[in-house]
């Protein structure tokens, strides 16, 4: 079963000037399965009101703020608005923030705004604080809430937070691995089958298609699907494909999810999340019928050939090879040899020649892709006999990727990042790194159906 993971969000705003934009927020976040917490929400206690406030931002999972035309009421000893002081404990405390800033604030009613000169100062002031971070615009209460429902929802799948779940649904440690395993079992089941189905025997409509593409590119490979009050948002990889939708264009875009996750490419989320994941079928679906070119050259061309079109696809070379390159070789042979090399290159489609250079096509970079993910993906089978191979000491740090320092080490991580989320690989983070990887029965089997592609590194 599903664990229902349900998230706290302060909400921090001037209040009786925002008495309809707090309503569209609450609504949005209720919508969205969150508990809204602020101020006004909690009685007088024991403890003075800024204890209890921070006591109350300490137990959110996440911090929103709202800024229009009133700095606030104002602490008695700083002087500093309850808002501002709210603010800053959520920035101190690391607390994910994300501010909500009125876009027109000079056609406010002259009521919604300060009346001062001192007060406007410390608006300012406060409004420019909060531009440094991540910031929406609004004009209208309800443009407010269909827009923090699109960014809290981008903001936790970014971030995910430990939430709350009920006690009769929490699980122990054990069941989860026990969970997990069968999950993987079962999918590589799918995979198994799946693989031997010739793509032409099933054939989705095009809105499937698309979806389906869009979302085994997306890092996490999930789809959000929200309903608001106004209508249905479903996307996927920074891609809206339908925004707050009703009748006969949300109909078609439900029917090609429900046809997705009826041939098993799709399942819904069971971390809680709002949407569904692509499963280890779906990816190879979207694998098998839009890589059938690229399965065609790594097979077809000369193994010399692909591993001297695997040294030029190097990060280094940024996707290009001057023309020029071989007027410099001495070796009359050597320069006749990779002469050939890149006109087979050109005459598949993987090169072509422009403005003097012979620069990587889609096809070529699709197939440079693919040929690192083997490279990588042995190097983890190679070195870790089941284990995590650990990416800054162990065999992945020694593979040729990494030699040319950190723009390198920032493409194996991409490497591993999309490998993890097709299922090829366990990835472990730290922050935002990938330090550690393992080899998952998904990337086993890439690399059978690449046996016999021997590159070298002679090049």
């Not at 921090?12 to 609450?26: G, H, N, P, V, W």
């Not at 598949?348 to 012979?358: F, N, Q, R, T």
């Not at 040729?400 to 472990?428: H, I, P």
Request: charged content about 25%; glycine content about 8%.
């Amino acid at each position: 079963m599903a664990v229902d993971k349900r998230y706290q969000v302060f909400v921090s705003s001037t209040y009786k000037d925002q008495i309809a934009e707090r309503r569209e927020l609450m609504q949005a976040l209720l919508e969205l399965d969150c508990f809204p917490a602020g101020m006004e929400l909690f009685p007088a206690a024991d403890d003075d009101q800024w204890t209890l406030i921070k006591s109350v931002i300490d137990d959110c999972d996440y911090y929103v703020v709202v800024v229009k035309g009133r700095y606030g009421s104002t602490h008695p000893k700083t002087g500093i608005s309850y808002t501002e002081m709210e603010y800053d404990y959520a920035l101190e405390t690391g607390k994910p923030i994300i501010g909500f800033i009125h876009s027109e604030p000079e056609k406010l009613p002259q009521d919604e705004c300060e009346q001062d000169a001192e007060g406007r100062a410390k608006l300012d002031l406060f409004r420019a604080k909060v531009q440094g971070k991540p910031v929406k615009y609004w004009k209208s209460p309800a443009e407010l809430g269909g827009v923090a429902s699109r960014s809290l929802t981008q903001l936790i799948k970014n971030k995910p937070a430990v939430g709350w779940v009920r006690a009769d649904q929490a699980v122990s440690a054990s069941e989860i691995t026990t969970r997990d395993q069968k999950i993987e079992d079962l999918e590589a089941k799918v995979h198994d089958l799946l693989a031997r189905l010739p793509v032409q025997d099933l054939s989705l409509s095009p809105e499937s298609t698309r979806l389906l593409e869009e979302a085994a590119k997306d890092k996490n490979g999930t789809i959000t699907a929200l309903q608001h009050a106004s209508g249905l948002t479903i996307s996927t990889n920074g891609i809206v494909f339908l925004d707050q939708g009703n009748g006969l264009n949300a109909a078609i875009w439900i029917e090609a999810i429900a046809e997705l996750e009826g041939h098993g490419f799709l399942a819904r989320r069971a971390d809680g999340g709002f949407g569904y994941r692509v499963t280890l079928a779906g990816y190879e679906f979207v694998r098998k019928s839009g890589t059938d070119e690229i399965d065609k050259c790594i097979f077809d061309l000369p193994v010399d050939v692909l591993s001297y079109f695997h040294e030029l696809s190097r990060p280094r070379n940024e996707g290009w090879i001057s023309a020029a390159h071989f007027d410099g070789m001495t070796n009359s042979r050597e320069t006749a040899r990779y002469r050939e090399f890149v006109e087979e290159l050109v005459e598949v489609g993987a090169l072509d020649l422009s403005y003097s250079k012979y620069n990587l096509t889609r096809l070529g970079f699709q197939i440079a892709d693919r040929l690192w993910e083997l490279v990588i993906l042995r190097a983890i089978a190679e070195h870790a006999g089941g284990e995590e191979v650990f990416v800054e000491s162990g065999a992945i740090a020694r593979i040729a990727v990494l030699t040319d320092g950190k723009r390198e080490a920032d493409e194996l991580q991409r490497y591993l990042a999309n490998m993890a989320s097709t299922g090829f690989v366990e990835a472990v983070l730290e922050g935002e790194t990938i330090t550690a990887a393992k080899l998952l029965v998904a990337g086993d089997s890439f690399l059978e159906r690449y046996v016999e592609i021997k590159l070298t590194d002679t090049y």
